[in-house]
């Protein structure tokens, strides 16, 4: 396995912009998974270092729901330690750029998004 940096534990602060997206890639949690993934393949557990606030049921869950959508790729690695690691299919790797843009749309509206949804809830 390519040595990568660990990756943070404040990854997705709850002020994270993919919160407020008003669409999904996938998921609740696909668009953070793929982010996670971008500079290679990681392990469940190191997935679960930013993603805390997701249970392992749930990123089972959305990991399951990637492979499927060909996102994902899973691969079983063998012998005296055996583990899986997750990494960014081609098609995945399509959608950093879509999925980028569409967090900085969120960082940049951040304000006007958070308006709309408080004044909605105090109807």
Do not use: N
Not at 5 to 17: A, K, S, T, V, Y
């Amino acid at each position: 396995m390519t040595h990568r940096q660990p990756l943070p534990r404040d990854m997705f602060d709850e002020l994270c912009p993919s919160a407020l997206l008003p669409f999904r890639f996938g998921d609740k949690w696909a668009a953070l998974v793929i982010r996670c993934l971008r500079d290679g393949p990681r392990r469940f557990s190191e997935l679960r270092v930013p993603l805390h606030r997701v249970t392992p049921k749930v990123l089972t869950q959305s990991l399951r729901g990637l492979e499927r959508s060909g996102l994902v790729s899973r691969t079983v690695h063998e012998g005296a330690r055996p583990h899986v690691e997750y990494a960014l299919t081609p098609l995945g790797r399509s959608m950093l750029d879509p999925l980028e843009a569409a967090c900085a749309w969120a960082s940049a509206h951040w304000e006007e998004l958070l308006d709309a949804r408080e004044s909605y809830d105090r109807r």
